[in-house]
């Protein structure tokens, strides 16, 4: 691999690896901050893409949709914490996993309802659709770029919302202690219920971003909800921070195993094994520091 | 006091059960005694296993729609019986395609089987076929082995094998000067069997793939691979992708400014159904297959003047192929009179039959596989032009067939 | 008349009555009475860790699923295999999967624990799917179902519909009445124990990390069975035997039957497939397939489940009779 190669293959990496941390992102803080194991984050992020084809559809560009649509997942996710996430603190690991994995049909069959099953594609704003030559063979696209200014966007909006707001104090100390937090005289439950609503949020804007080349089709989401489960295990549960490098370590392993040839006793490990190689990280670091890399051991 | 209370409790659960149980029972038996309870009928019952969900959704329609204006034209019958339809959607699971397939054979006891898109799908309603001898029409999946090593003689096929469309695509590219490739499919036996089909193609004319790139099914994420064909410089790409994912490669490819570059080809299925999705980016690619939309012979105009005029939409060639599958059961079952208990006439109708089909005539194969003409398209102001016959008659090896 | 003494007759009954259904019954009933069974096996090998040790794993189709493709791997390529060599070798490798897995992921607890199951399952539904040693995403078919002759003499032909379901429903019997024994034996009793109270448990003498390996590695193998005969039933496996929806939907069943309880799996292996064969059943209304989207009623069933019914349904049918 020629060093030009190495640079764009590495610009490819962070961009994937900067999108996983938007979703991830979210998930990490609903499992960090309210215990629980959400399974159907998956499904958000496969309905923002929806989202972001029918309502450019509708309004006639991406610009207006994803405004639009960040709008539409808050309210779902207000909606979808009040009806049955709040029901869950009280109840067990079991009964969380149980929950949102009948949510994650629930929110396939209405798609399938209210959107079809067709695949579909999303065009991208005149704007940003083209594409910079790097090589004398290769142009990179110049929307892949804007996705991933987007997500360093999000990325230090998150980091001044938790470390620099009093609301991010609150959120911080809810993940440790939520009587102490309620004893305060902080509604938790309102407070919970933003961090659920910002989670979906999240994982929506990134299947909105990601729509124009990604591709839009049905059970999106199952994919990326397991790689997202690694990033946040990797990382540390519970910590922003340990996302983003969760996830531009994960983008690495992908992107890289994908194109290297490394042939371990005539099986092709990579790039044939790059998708499990995420995994076998994840349990790496289960087994070896549960916490993660930025988690707190308990 | 105790013994009391307990009597009491258990006259309450009792009770409870009781109900709980004729609830569980009602349903049960609602959804198991119904197919017994369906009347005999002298209409010829067609079960459908197409996906009508998922990746491949449009195609189970196309196909539907083909066979459905094959049945109308030959007057709603087929020998002379009315058809009843069953349709189940196989999602182009194969996990599911023998529960599927046993359910449309002993719950819905149709008299013949279509489907399905999925090769993997296809080869669970193959085994299933095969057990219960039920007559078998594949109207798209190409899997190589369907008429190949488990070829059997109550299953015909009317689409394609996987070998077929871009066998001929090799010489095609060595003819342009383009000697040294590279391969880029998804990683699953309609990507794999392609490849088989082209390497000997290609090297048969002289040249060689020098790299080959899977990408896991159905994944649509090529960006890294993209990258990497574009270090490796080769003097062309081919490839087999379809439907949405067609759309996707044929944009990400141009979008990585490799379109001007390194010329793209591949088999039809590239630029079948999804030009209008593809735009510009589609212009130039050379492909080869069976059929072409712009096909310049009077069956093709009569079948997409009808099919426009039925259905508001533009015909392709999984709808041509639901054409044929009708067209050969109308044939077969007006030589036995309708009756398709007779299965060996049938078989035998069906293997001498000469399908005059929008692609061209064709016959089967010994194997129960269309013999077919290959054609070499070009896309012109979004259109799949005919720009020649790459392959005349072409027939599928049929490797490991036993019949 | 004493509890136990009526369910041992309702156990009869229902025993006759299932064992006399290839007689009264239609083919796809029967058909549809096997694949509840199979899965009933599965989900009393689950229980098995979920209700009974308390540890809840989002991986057990890896066992399920790895025992499939044995059997597809061990077949020579459109013949039988014999029954009696490939059922053994295919519930050997679930256990030693089971075993290599169990070893590290019972290290973890809580949370973590789950996490670590699932990953090692998707580890190998990657290896599976993504790689050519077994077919890839399109899996293996087995073309041609075990031979359970014995010797020569053939009592049975797995072929034949009926004579499938009773080496089936033998099984499961088995497996049932292995699993009631086991509960009362004292290595149940201790791992009742474990789930309980941990460390009260190591406090009286208990290896209880050996303990909850065992028990992971049995039912790892049982999962296993599970696995096999679904592979001979469907003549396909596939990575999705592996994954994860595939490791939550059996979870469903688990509890919706009724954790730690015996019946339990059997019942909510059951009624899940008995709701999944209804709402696609459900009739078409004015152009509404509500068939086509029977997962929609089936996703709100398992969130009412989650939310109102903790015991499952066995936990219903009990309610008012003292705890155990």
Known sequence: MDFATFLIQLLNAVQYGLLLFLIAGGLTLILGIMGIINLAHGSFYMVGAYLAWSLSMHLGSLWLAIPAGIVLSVILGLLLEWLLIRRLYRLGHLQQVLLTYGLILIVEELRSIIWGDDVHGVPMPELLSASIPLTDTLAYPVYRLWISAVCVVFALLLYVLIQRTRLGMMIRAGASNREMVQSLGIDIDLLYRFVFALGVALAALAGMIAAPVSSVFPAMGNQVLIVCFAVVVIGGIGSVKGALVGALLIGLVDTFGKVTELPIGGLRFLPELAGMSVYLLMAVVLLWRPAGLFGKSS | MQDNQNIEERKMQNRKRRELLIGASALAGASLLSPIARAQSAKLRVGLMLPYTGTYAQLGAAIENGFRLALDQSGGKFGGREVEFFKVDDESEPSKATDNANRLITRDKVDVLVGSVHSGVAIGMLKVAKESGTLMLIPNAGADAATGALCTPNVFRTSFSNWQPVHPLGKVMVDRGHKKAVFITWKYAAGEESLASFKEGYAAAGATVVKELFVPFPNVEFQALLTEIAAIKPDAVACFFAGGGAVKFVKDYAAAGLKDKVPLYGSGFLTEGVLSAQGDAAEGLVTTLHYADSLDNPRNKAFRAAYGKAYKTEPDVYSMQGYDTGLLLAQALGKVKGDIGNQKAVIAAMEGALIDSPRGQWKMSKAHNPIQDIYLRRVEKGDNKVIGVAWKALEDPARGCRM | ?324
């Open chain 3, 1 to 324: 008349m004493s509890r136990s003494n009526t369910l041992a007759i309702a156990a009869v009954v229902i025993l006759i009555a299932l064992a006399l259904l290839p007689f009264v019954a239609e083919k796809f009933t029967v058909q549809f009475a096997t694949r509840i069974l199979i899965m009933a096996i599965f989900a009393m090998s689950l229980n098995l860790l979920v209700g009974h040790a308390g540890l809840v794993s989002l991986g057990h189709a890896a066992y399920f699923g790895i025992a499939g493709y044995c059997l597809a791997l061990s077949s020579p390529q459109y013949q039988a295999a014999n029954f009696w060599t490939s059922l053994p070798l295919a519930m050997i490798a679930a256990g030693a999967l089971a075993l290599a897995i169990g070893a590290l992921v019972l290290r973890t607890s809580g949370i973590y624990f789950i996490m670590a199951t699932l990953a090692f399952a998707q580890m190998l539904h990657s290896l599976l799917h993504d790689t050519g040693i077994a077919g890839g995403s399109d899996g293996i078919f087995i073309y041609a179902r075990p031979d359970i002759g014995f010797f020569g003499w053939r009592a049975f032909d797995l072929e034949k519909f009926g004579d499938f379901y009773f080496v089936v429903l033998a099984l499961f019997v088995v497996v049932f009445g292995f699993i009631g024994v086991l509960r009362a034996s004292l290595f149940g009793r201790v791992i009742a124990g474990i789930r309980v109270n941990e460390p009260r448990m190591r406090s009286l003498g208990f290896a209880t990390f050996r303990y909850k390996l065992v028990c992971f590695v049995l039912a790892g193998m049982l999962a296993g069975l599970a696995g096999y005969l679904a592979a001979v039933q469907f003549g396909v496996v596939n990575p999705d035997m592996l994954g994860w929806h595939f490791s939550g939907a059996v979870l469903m069943m688990v509890i919706l039957g009724g954790m730690g309880t015996l019946a339990g799996p059997v019942i909510g292996a059951t009624a899940m497939l008995l709701l999944e064969i209804g709402f696609q059943s459900l009739p078409a209304v004015d152009g509404i397939n509500p068939g086509k989207h029977w997962q929609l009623p089936m996703g709100i069933a398992i969130v009412l489940v989650a939310l109102y019914l903790p015991n499952g349904l066995t936990g219903l049918l009990r309610r008012g009779r003292a705890d155990e």
